[in-house]
């Protein structure tokens, strides 16, 4: 017995510094020579859901459930793997079983929060919430759950207020860095956002959640720059039209939007941590990023080409061609975009 208990201490040791693969190797053979310990099946359980086997960690819960059935646990361990399965009404279950076995836990009302976060049972997480920071109004994770839930409430004060305590409590809490970025999002502040997501990625390197909001988030500012540019560029195109305008003065406003362009780009990247602009760097010299991109510039050049060598008797012809370039140019970026951010 004193040998499982050892083995048991082991695998926690190894679950704490995320080695879940080794851990779930040991927790194997700890149940094979006993096989009615509740707590190496929730050890499993814990194991697999870090390695994101969420199927086997359902499996590994239920088993400590049949063992001990009035333990919470590994009805909390059951629904967190039901969260990521999106059975919502399983998790749901699940969490309040584990609340009804013990609400003196805070654990058990994170653990329902959660769960109606992911059913979008909105009230029934703020009520969860609330409860658990009753109980437990020093815990960061508490703060963190209270802050996810006033976000998808879209109460974005309360919603940072939380992520904010949640960080004074644990300055390395890098999930309440990953919201506080979520939340700048919402108030349209890229170059924010960036920053949290990057002390996020570094408070955690294997969380990879983290660096991926960091691509995605470069990605939407890209799509944006894009969208802008290829919008003025379409209203610009009829100036010849209406004009008379000669081919200089379009070359030169081809240039100038060009150049307002970069420089609002520029302007967002120089708010960023000298880190953060190596991660701009690497974004868009992706091949799907930088094909975007020149397909946008390329698109605009051509129709402004088109118009700028027309005489002027056919440029009435010649603009719904310009007009359809540019219209393409802008579609053939944003597929770009979205190839690369599936890829991510």
Aim: charged share 20%; proline share 5%.
């Amino acid at each position: 017995m004193n040998e499982v208990r050892r083995e048991l201490a082991r695998a926690s040791a190894m679950l704490d510094v995320r080695r879940f693969d080794q851990a779930a190797q040991l927790l194997g053979r700890v149940v094979a020579a006993e096989p009615d310990s509740s707590r190496a099946w929730c050890l499993m359980a814990r194991a697999h859901l870090g390695a994101d086997r969420f199927a086997d960690a359902v499996a590994a819960a239920n088993r400590a459930v049949a063992l001990d059935p009035a333990d919470e646990w590994p009805h909390r361990l059951a629904s967190n793997a039901l969260v990521h399965l999106d059975d919502h009404a399983g998790a749901l279950g699940a969490a309040y079983r584990a609340r009804r076995f013990a609400p003196g836990y805070w654990q058990t009302h994170v653990c329902v929060a959660q769960a109606a976060l992911a059913a979008r049972r909105l009230d029934l997480a703020a009520e969860a919430a609330a409860r658990a920071r009753a109980l437990a109004p020093d815990e960061p994770d508490v703060h963190f759950l209270s802050g996810k839930v006033s976000l998808a409430r879209g109460e974005l004060a309360e919603a940072r207020a939380h992520q904010e305590r949640a960080l004074a409590l644990d300055p390395a809490h890098s999930g309440a860095m990953n919201e506080l970025g979520r939340i700048r999002l919402r108030r349209h502040d890229t170059a924010g956002a960036i920053r949290h997501f990057i002390g996020a990625a570094r408070a955690t390197p294997e969380e990879r959640i983290y660096a991926r909001n960091i691509d995605v988030v470069i990605l939407r500012a890209v799509s944006r720059t894009i969208y802008a540019f290829t919008l003025v560029a379409l209203l610009l195109i009829w100036i010849p039209a209406v004009t008379r305008m000669a081919r200089l003065p379009l070359v030169i406003v081809l240039a100038v939007l060009g150049a307002v362009t970069a420089a609002c780009f520029a302007a967002m990247m120089l708010r960023l941590p000298r880190d953060a602009r190596l991660v701009v760097r690497r974004t868009l010299r992706a091949p799907q990023v930088a094909a975007a991109l020149a397909v946008a510039a390329g698109g605009i050049a051509v129709a402004f080409g088109v118009l700028a060598f027309t005489p002027w008797p056919y440029v009435p012809q010649v603009l719904p061609v310009a007009v359809v370039i540019t219209v393409a140019a802008r579609l053939g970026a944003f597929a770009a975009l979205r190839a690369a951010a599936r890829k991510r």
